[in-house]
């Protein structure tokens, strides 16, 4: 079973509103075996819908709109599938009660514009929607199935989940897909692949595998497609585990983690604390670690030491060594460890000092030019130049995510070599 999905809205096309439906839908789909094949995104016109349409049965087995379905005049997507299905809209007293109901529920009263949400097309099968006004409806035609609910996202997710594919399940029979999405860090996109070459070439012809890149992190997604899901299950395990043993250090987690989740998993299971100096990330470490509830366990607290001032009376850097080997340098960056180290009594301190840009690089220093330094327990202290770019967000999240990547690497070091508590 193939299913298009097509999400409506003027909205969608001006980059005002992320389309987070489209890719929620698809991974519902996805994980009970329901295959996507496209997902398109048309304005709110007669045109648009039509041929959107049309196009889709070309390709789909299953349609799936969403979004026009309100009681305002620029809602016109049952005005176009009356047309497109040769019906008229028609009074439906269940989905009017359904409108009253939570009207009620609401403390408002039910107006005339509200009634016409009530109003369906003839030949369609209605889903009733408990948690909005708009019902959803289902159309099968020429074979094929062409469902339209509402783009409200809560309304939407309880029709998809409760409704629309134990209906689809039980119309086919879906092959199995299962898929993993490995987690990397510390190396580039076209690198990696040089690396797992091998690997990825020797992968069963019903395996595929995405490379999923974004600034500081490369995701693999492996999926497998087929008819026993223990068997595939199985066989996908085994192509992880060979994977893990080509690259074990790159490797920091699967599908959902996070690195500041792994982090905090690490600390509370060693009972060790952190503490961190930023200069050119500015703060956005100590922002990622906080984000996860319970990180006060582990988490002491942080110094943006933006300024040289900063550096030198708060962390007390000496300012001959930032005149004699620049901030951005091996020496400073250490120290910037060392003293965060100290000044907050951690076992662990993660300093960085970098030019984010666009301005500020030279020739010997360009924009992207980036120290990273990890101190740990046994008051050892370990640091590496990185060259990120020119783009400042990315240096930034770059530095971040490789910082957090190098603790973790020394956290897990210090544990084989017996150091941890």
């Not at 409760?162 to 119309?171: A, R």
């Not at 797992?196 to 995405?210: C, M, Q």
């Not at 060979?242 to 905090?264: A, C, M, R, S």
């Amino acid at each position: 079973m193939k299913v298009e999905i097509i999400n409506i809205g003027d909205e969608l096309l001006i980059g005002q509103v992320v389309n987070t439906n489209a890719s929620w839908m698809a991974d519902q789909l996805n994980q009970v075996g329901i295959e996507v094949v496209q997902i398109t995104a048309i304005s709110d016109t007669y045109e648009h819908i039509f041929q959107g349409l049309d196009l889709a049965k070309s390709r789909a087995d299953v349609i799936i709109l969403t979004g026009g379905l309100g009681p305002t005049k620029d809602d016109i997507t049952k005005t176009v599938l009356c047309n497109y299905f040769n019906t008229k809209l028609v009074f439906n007293e269940k989905a009017f009660k359904q409108v009253e109901e939570l009207f009620h529920l609401r403390g408002f009263k039910v107006t005339a514009i509200n009634r016409k949400q009530a109003e369906i097309p003839a030949n369609c099968i209605p889903l009733q929607n408990t948690n909005g006004t708009a019902p959803g409806m289902w159309f099968e035609q020429d074979g094929k199935i062409i469902i339209s609910i509402p783009g409200v996202p809560f309304e939407m997710h309880a029709l998809i989940k409760d409704q629309i594919i134990p209906q689809l399940l039980e119309k086919s029979d879906p092959e199995v897909i299962i898929n993993k999405t490995v987690l990397t860090q510390g190396i580039g996109e076209s690198a990696l692949a040089e690396i797992i070459t091998d690997w990825e070439s020797n992968l069963p012809d019903y395996f595929k595998l995405a490379y999923l890149p974004q600034p500081g992190i490369v995701r693999l997604r492996l999926t497998a497609k087929g008819n026993e899901r223990n068997l595939l299950q199985r066989n996908l395990d085994e192509q992880l585990t060979e994977l893990l043993k080509i690259i074990p250090n790159l490797i920091f987690g699967y599908n959902n983690d996070t690195l500041e989740q792994v982090l905090q998993e690490l600390f509370l299971k060693e009972k060790k604390t952190l503490s961190i100096a930023e200069s050119c990330t500015g703060g956005y470490i100590a922002q990622l670690i906080t984000s996860v509830s319970g990180s006060s366990s582990y988490f002491m607290g942080s110094v943006v030491a933006y300024d040289n001032e900063v550096k030198e009376h708060i962390l007390g850097i000496s300012k001959d060594l930032m005149i004699e080997f620049g901030t951005v340098s091996k020496q400073v960056v250490e120290q910037m460890a060392l003293k965060a180290q100290s000044l907050f009594n951690t076992d662990y301190a993660i300093a960085t000092s970098g030019i984010a840009g666009p301005n500020g690089g030279s020739k010997e220093k360009p924009v992207g030019t980036t120290w990273i330094a990890i101190a740990t327990p046994d008051q050892g202290i370990i640091s590496k130049k990185y060259l990120f770019g020119e783009h400042r967000g990315r240096n930034i999240r770059k530095a971040a995510l490789t910082a957090m990547n190098k603790l973790r690497l020394e956290i897990e070091k210090n544990i084989s070599k017996g150091l941890s508590v």
